[in-house]
């Protein structure tokens, strides 16, 4: 092994007491997560922090053991975006003992003791599905497609047992209840692809009736029912709603184009924020406990504005 | 046991069929390819679920539902296939499941002295400690009997034990039996070596087709009663092969259709010097372990030589893989049919026809008239049973399986055949058969390397005589009426002088 | 060999087995092969990154994988009959959901870990009598198994549940400090003590040899009269048990339960039980050649993240590119050797 | 009645029964098929089309796994398919162009075919346990698919393209007929000539068949060959179907689908006897279980869970040492099983 790819940049500055950061990065299961890997590796070098990247392939022990491996490294900062939520105490206390600073980014750890880590940089998926069940909700008028008094909407949900599924279906349930004419009629796994979405949605167009809102956990599973839609003989975005998070370029293509009618974006340029956040921690710096990245959501007009200078 | 029966889908295998055994006293059981010796002591044993009878021990009726019960009731057996793990050594294959233990733990040391004792008393040197696989199939054969002398039972059963054995050992082995017999132990003895039926056997039973024939005395009983009994027909045909092979003379002249000069293999087979005329039986003579088998391999290319030159009709070429050898028209039928001949979940038809198959290429399939035809032919030709070319081979009685894998060279019609061990486990009829075959195709100008345990047969069919020892050729000479004791001494002489 | 004279043979016979005595038997040659090219490994590793020999690196190695050696030893005993076992990863999932439920409703500590060893097993044990009984294909009940068990996870919950217990957690940070300020964690002790015992009884025992006999041929083992039956439900037990006590480890390791853990950890103990040398036809092999085949992955592991400059993909080219290495170097050295 | 019950693939057959009529019965409307835009619509050509993959693969696994191999690279080939495919398509200046189509999924499958090759000299020649020298390329394979992709998911645009794997030729779905095609050459090249034979030879004795000459060497070599040609199709079926490659997801966990649909057909891991039919009606299954999960309603959490009952029960039924014991008695308890010396 040992062949550098061109893409990874890590002693951009160069010299030798420069910042050294460890970066556990999840894997590199999705576009957006991808995006998020390149917007950190872009910013290090920009900052000239010379960054250690370890991709732990969906697996928190790989993430455990590239810590660890940080602390044994001497690495000034560790930044890393937890698999799961849960099981970091031990070797964050590892890392505390070797007093090297702990940055979240992504997502962040369930643990009573805040002192494990400096603070957290990310998007709450929680609030991403209140946004997309919001829209639902507000625009419930034009989204009963059929009139028939009941808003049908079926869900296409991401991995199960995955974070943000878990959270954006609890966060879009939440805003909806308010409102009894809006009814999850099916829901299921699409596991975050394009065609889970699309072989779900093929699925639920020939069993379910009424179809007035899919409502997608991403823009790919998304894309998927916007093609199940088709086939059918439907316009997506016109016979049938279309409410996804997110907000990749596919996406945002789709949405401009009309084939989707909301989505709701999360960020992963994380890189820039995580690189200042990682000075200030270096340098001793207090930082706030929490820090959300700027996310917004788009409707097809603000698609059409943004598209142009989407990079991802 | 009486009224014994089993069926398999499509075959009654066993019908009705009654044994006695008695305590002190040693029991042949007897029939033809097929007739259900095997499936009889399977049957005894727990190994097939019995459709109707009952088997009676010490008095008591019982019922076997697997080999570990009737191990436990006293009966211990030797399969015909050898069927030990090859992947363990040989001591732990002789005491598996009895292993001498202290303290909760195997005592390998025990172990290893106690398979060293057996081994030594049916005059094996074998190091207890060595991989049983890396043994030829004799010496397997052995381990199993040794295994199942060591296990102390009321009955032992031996089902073709000698198959692979040669003089020197079936001797040793019959003596150990005696022993067990004088101490009162009962013992089936199933062989198709009417020599050794009558040499060790008190009383018999006779199968035929899954019935029963009766039982005799062996005292009582001629041999040629014995046969008649055992296939319902006179046996001339024995006596027309002698005639027949004396008749016959070659003339060894012209160009050799295969040539090697000081062709070797590291660890297997020193420098051997020969030539292999058109339409001549070469015998391979030699002791257990002489390096016959890994001769035969050479020749074929099974394993690749490492030394040494080999010409066929003259043309200097490489036996590399049994590929190069096909391609000369070379044929070898191997020792360890269950190995290295039998797929068994391959139909006999699919079996036979796979060398010429394979010689073809897939993309020219034997086409299906002429390989019914083939097939059934050769079925008929051999007598295989059951004649369906549709049966599984794994199915097929041990004999019969010898026979389609011989099939399975004649359907190519080589011009050279290796024949290793080609009369193991067959019956006598089948065995004249065979032997005739090989007469009839030395005859048609095929030339035939024949290797077998029993010497007797060797030389009868043999015109040259190539004779083996500790992996050397020690000697080649024309067979012109050459004697076994002959033989023995050439091998004997050669040690004498050696040491 | 021996020839048949007594006087030659008795000379030559004491000599080589001298000598047989120095030299390891051939079954060993494969975990050999495995050692020293993990070694070799280590080396090479040495040489391009500084520290990756220090010995706490090394002892880590063990700290992160106890649970993958605790999974690869009943994974050995399986593969050892001739069967295999896909249901390990999920059952790991299984057990951490398990104890971490049952903790969070307040069960005690040790009901908690014979709770969760007696469900590993129970599951071992009806797909081993299924497979044995029934005559189904291990690779097809496990895989059944595999999914429900990971089933099950969903059923208990869906979300990861942390783990808070005391005892858990003591276990969890406890570590056993070495000379040197060196350390390891009771994990791995537990797991070095599986391994012993495994190897001891794989060796020492009837049911261990009858493993072996069973998976050179399973047919001569029944002729032979062995208790094949047994035999055959137990390794699926053994290896339903390791799996909840690799689940435990996990479970303290991670401190937490989620039913996404260890997804395609079954693999994982496979390559290392058939980079340890272990024929998957079964019949051969050696469990300490398993935990050394952990090792070997771990130090890839190790490689990648002492690397750091791979991007995802690499990450996964590189994996592939050592495993490769070493699996073609392995197969060079043994066929030499055979 | 008898003879039918005594066949091979009777019981897949009643289980695929069985599970079509659960959906019948869960949704009426499941059997019905009508004509939309020119083509067949409905939850059997879903079926149809969506299980063509699978099939394929399951086509080639059928091939290795008789020659006692087994092949966990799959998906990672169908990810590069898709990924060479569509990147190649993407970054060339007619995307629509039908010619380039062309260019582009052989230029994948001629790529994949080089990973069978490669995977077939790691087994046939090094002798390396199939297994783990096909897990080699599983986890590099699907890392050299991001590599082309560059990690992100590559949208095409190419209505040729988008024909393989979601288009239809008169009304029927274009991936069934490439994979029934597919099969039915496979059918013709295994059991009209002496491929079939030589294949099962090698898989029951690998030692016996050598000696006697057939050249083993070459066919577990070929069979590696084709199953990567399958994946390949199979990939450039995914990527058509949402006209995109997703080198992460493409073809994750189809090695298992493809397995489970051979055995279920009735070949056994052992190697040896194979039979493609078997794996057609398994493939099916196995597609209709992954169409019935959403359709009658089963919630994600439990799809698990009822994905190992089913296959338990299809197994159970399937065994027939199962189903004795559930009826009656039998004889023979023992060495139904060959064994490998
Ligand atoms: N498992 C089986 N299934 C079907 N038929 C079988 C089976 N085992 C044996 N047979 C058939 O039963 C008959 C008796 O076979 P058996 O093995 O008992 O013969 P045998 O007397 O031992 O012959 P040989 O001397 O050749 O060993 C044969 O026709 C054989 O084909
Ligand atoms: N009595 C013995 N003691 C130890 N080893 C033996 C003995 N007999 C044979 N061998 C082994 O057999 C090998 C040679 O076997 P080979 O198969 O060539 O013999 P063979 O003459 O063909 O005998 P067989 O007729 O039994 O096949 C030797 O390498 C040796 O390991
Ligand atoms: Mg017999
Ligand atoms: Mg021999």
Redesign the pocket.
Known sequence: GGSDDGGSGSSGGGGSDDLTMGFAQVGAESGWRTANTKSVQAAAKEAGIDLKFSDAQQKQENQIKAIRSYIQQRVDVIAFSPVVETGWDTVLQEAKRAKIPVILTDRAIDSDDTSLYETFLGSDFVVEGQKAGQWVVDNAETNDVDKDGTINVVEITGTTGAAPAIDRKSGFEDKISSDPSIKIIASQTGDFTRDGGKKVMEAFLKSKKGIDVVYAHNDDEGLGAIEAIEAAGKKPGVDIKIVTVDAVKDGMTALSEGRINYIVECNPLLGPQLMDLAKKVAAGEDVPERVETKETAFDQQQAKKVLADRQY | MTGVS?T????K??QSVGLTLRAGEVHALM????????????ALTGV?AIDAGTIVVGGEPRTFTSPAESQAAGISTVY?EVNLCTNLTVAENMLLGREPRSFGRIDTRTMNRRAGIVLTRLGLDIDPRSRLGEHPIAIQQLVAIARAVDIEADLLIL??PTSSLDADEVEKLFAVIRTLRNEGTAIVF?S?FLDQVFEISDRMTV?RN?QLVGEYVTAETSRLELVRAMIGRELETLERIERQAEEKDVVEAGEPLLQVVQLGRKGSVEAVDLSVFDGEVIGVAGLLGSGRTELARLLFGADAADTGTVSVKGRRTRLRTPRNAIDHSIAFSSEDRRAEGVIGDLSIADNMILALQASRGWLRPVNAGTKERLVRSYIEALDI??PDPQ??M?????????KVLLARWLITDPELLILDEPTR???IGAKAQIQQLVTDLAGRGVAVVFISAELEEVLRLSDRLVVMRDRHKIDERVNDDVSVSDVLEIIAGEVRADA | MSAHTPTADDLRGSATDRLRQLTPPRRFYPVLATAALFVGMLGAGGIRYEGFTSPQVILNLLVDNAFLIVLAVGMTCVILTGGIDLSVGSVVALSTMVAASTLRAGWPAALVVVAVLLSGSVLGLLMGLVIHYFEIQPFIVTLAGMFLARGLCYLISIESIPIKDPTFTSFAMGTIDLPGGYFITPAVLVALFVLAVAAWGLHMTRFGRTVYAVGGSEQSALLMGLAVARTKVGVYVISGFCSSLAGLLFSVYMLSGYSLHAVGMELDAIAAVVIGGTLLAGGSGLVLGSALGVLVLGTIQTFISFDGNLSSWWTKITIGVLLLVFVVIQRLFTRRQA | MRSALRHPLFWPVLALGILLLVNLVATPSFFSVRVQDGHLYGSLIDILRNGAPTLLIALGMTLVIATRGIDLSVGAIVAIAGAVSCTYLAGAPDESSAGRAIVAMSLAVGVCILLGLWNGFLVAVLGIQPIIATLVLMTAGRGLAMLITDGQIITVNNSLFKKVGAGFVLGLPVAILIALAILLVTAVLTRRTALGMLIEAVGINPEASRLAGVRSRTITWTVYVFIAFCSAVAGLMIASNTSAADANNAGLFIELDAILAVVIGGTSLAGGRFSLTGTFIGAMFIQTLATTIPTIGIPSETNYLFKAIVVILVCLLQSPKARAVLRVRRP?PL?TRGSQA
């Open positions: 089993v398999f889908p499509g075959v295998a066993l029939g033809e390819n097929g007739a259900g010796k095997s499936t009889l002591v399977k097939y015909q089902d073709e199933v198709h199968l899954g049973r059951p049966a599984l794994r199915n097929l009685s041990g004999g019969n399986q010898q486990g067959i019956d | 023979a060495l």
